[in-house]
Nanobody, 115 residues
Framework: QVQLVESGGGLVQPGGSLRLSCAAS????????FSWYRQAPGKERELVAS????????SYADSVEGRFTISRDNAKNTVYLQMDSLKPEDTAVYYC????????WGQGTSVTVSS
């Protein structure tokens, strides 16, 4: 069964850090790229960061460039999103995506940045 399971969210103060994880199963992990998306309350879902499969090339939304880092561990079938210098506007539900899962979305993991 093709599956992506997000975890690692929580409540953090502005300026703090969190690391999100996306555990993949049911497909050849190292062959595919992955992306992190987020959806804030009352807003549309947006692309945050992506990493390719073959060479691990990364790209970021302007709003998180320099603060977030996407990475992958092919031995653990896991993709990470390291989030530093968090701001209240980073508050959202974060989702992991990869082509094998098609159009479906997982439950995501909730991040709240607040003092």
């Amino acid at each position: 069964q093709v599956q992506l399971v997000e975890s690692g969210g929580g409540l953090v103060q502005p300026g703090g850090s969190l690391r999100l994880s996306c555990a993949a199963s049911g497909f050849a992990f190292s062959s595919y790229g992955f992306s992190w998306y987020r959806q804030a309350p009352g807003k549309e879902r947006e692309l945050v960061a992506s990493i390719t499969g073959a060479r691990g090339r990364t790209s970021y939304a302007d709003s998180v460039e320099g603060r977030f880092t996407i990475s992958r561990d092919n031995a653990k079938n896991t993709v990470y999103l390291q989030m530093d210098s968090l701001k209240p506007e980073d508050t959202a539900v974060y989702y992991c995506k990869s082509p094998p899962v098609g159009v479906s979305w997982g439950q995501g993991t909730s991040v709240t940045v607040s003092s």
